[in-house]
């Protein structure tokens, strides 16, 4: 606690790739929401809720999710998109009580710490030695051209978010090779952007939280920011728990 009574500490559950397909196989969830919720201050779902997006998929993670008493913001992942019926799913999702970032921001007041999370998905378009480049067919050209507008959208949320204590950025695509590291090469450039990194890099928010990468690295950094793939396999159980610090006057810590 500070002085005036307000916690210096928040709690952050996160997740991405959850894939909820079959009831059957999500029946667990439900119960590790339920465990987890009552140590947590807010959760943050990295996209891939879903195995192919369908409205009845997204309404099994709605409804582990549904009695939870604290923020749960999620993005969208390629996954959530398979079936083109985004816009009945991210209902349910909503409906359940899951707030869906979409080139969005939201600033929260966690205990009396203003925390401003951006979200957007993210998109492919590769790193150096394999952009794919503002030139050639047009369907090609709608790839960089959709990855630029993500990139805007990162930009624009760290800057409406810049007085916030915490400030996290959301994504589904990773924005950094250092959490590609494990996943082939070959892929890289279906896997994220360094597009994604250039508004990271020049606003520093304190975390960044990616999915997506199965076979990736769990720990990365962009520039000082640290990045971490909260992909499901990658974690290998159902949540990470962390804990962020607002300090007086320097950046936050990770515990």
């Known amino acids: 606690m500070d002085r005036n009574g307000s916690r210096r500490q928040i709690r952050i559950a996160a997740a991405g ?81 899951i707030d869906v970032l979409e080139r969005g921001h939201r600033i929260l007041d966690v205990h009396g710490i203003e925390v401003g999370v951006v979200g957007t998905k993210g998109f492919v378009g590769g790193f150096p030695g394999s952009h794919i480049p503002d030139f050639g067919e047009p369907l090609l050209r709608a790839v960089y051209a959709e990855s630029m507008r993500e990139a805007a959208a990162v930009d624009d949320g760290l800057r409406a978010v810049e007085a916030c204590q915490l400030r996290i950025v959301l994504l589904h695509y990773s924005p950094a090779t250092s959490t590609l590291e494990g996943e082939r090469r070959d892929i890289w450039a279906f896997l994220g952007s360094d597009r994604l990194a250039a508004p990271i890099v020049e606003h520093e928010p304190d975390l960044v939280l990616h999915g997506h990468a199965h076979s990736g690295s769990f720990e990365g950094r962009v ?21 962020l610090t607002v300090p007086e006057h320097a950046p936050s810590a990770i515990h």
């Open 17 to 97: 790739d959850i894939h909820c397909g079959r009831a059957a196989a999500c029946e667990h969830l439900a119960p590790a929401v339920a465990d987890v919720a009552g140590r947590v201050d807010l959760f943050l779902l990295a996209g891939d809720l879903t195995t192919h997006g369908e409205p009845e998929q997204a309404r099994i993670l709605a409804d582990a999710f549904r009695d939870v008493e604290v923020p749960v913001l999620t993005v969208l992942g390629n996954h959530d998109w398979h079936v083109n019926r985004h816009d009945e799913m991210v209902a349910e999702l909503r409906e359940g009580g």
């Open 223 to 243: 520039g000082e920011v640290p990045v971490f793939n909260v992909s499901v396999p990658v974690l290998g159980t159902d949540f990470w728990e962390l804990e």
